[in-house]
């Protein structure tokens, strides 16, 4: 598996993630020290691992509960030896979101160490 591959599987693993409102599994793929920080609406947000790793818990029920439809576009992949860059196009909480993640590879294997986003119309 390339790395670009294990990079899009992270990927996939946060949309996952996110729909299935699995905290868990967020806490496992973003590094430790990892950051999100982003607008929607104009406001800026920022939060620790932790902080979205509850968001994400508290959205419930979960967009696969609430039958909602899984999908995602990835608009840009540049995956190096240690280091990725994603951005990704998805709908979350009732917004469009275009979300960059930055990701580093920790004890051979990929983690989000950065998300940064913004809610499009």
């Known amino acids: 598996m390339t790395n670009r591959d294990k990079v899009l599987k992270v990927v996939e693993q946060y949309i996952i993630s ?4 699995d905290g868990a599994m967020t806490r496992k793929i973003f590094d ?14 920022r939060q620790t691992k932790e902080d979205w790793a509850k968001f994400v818990e508290k959205n419930t029920p979960s967009p696969k509960e609430q039958g909602k439809t899984k999908a995602y576009e990835i608009l840009m992949v540049d995956a190096g030896e240690e280091t990725a860059v994603v951005k990704v196009k998805s709908e979350y909480i009732g917004f469009m979101f275009i979300d960059t993640l930055s990701l580093l590879k920790v004890d051979n294997d990929w983690k989000i160490y950065n998300k940064v986003f913004e809610s499009i119309s």
């Open 18 to 21: 996110a729909y299935e409102s």
């Open 32 to 45: 430790d020290d990892a950051k999100v920080t982003g607008h929607i609406n104009g406001k800026l947000i």
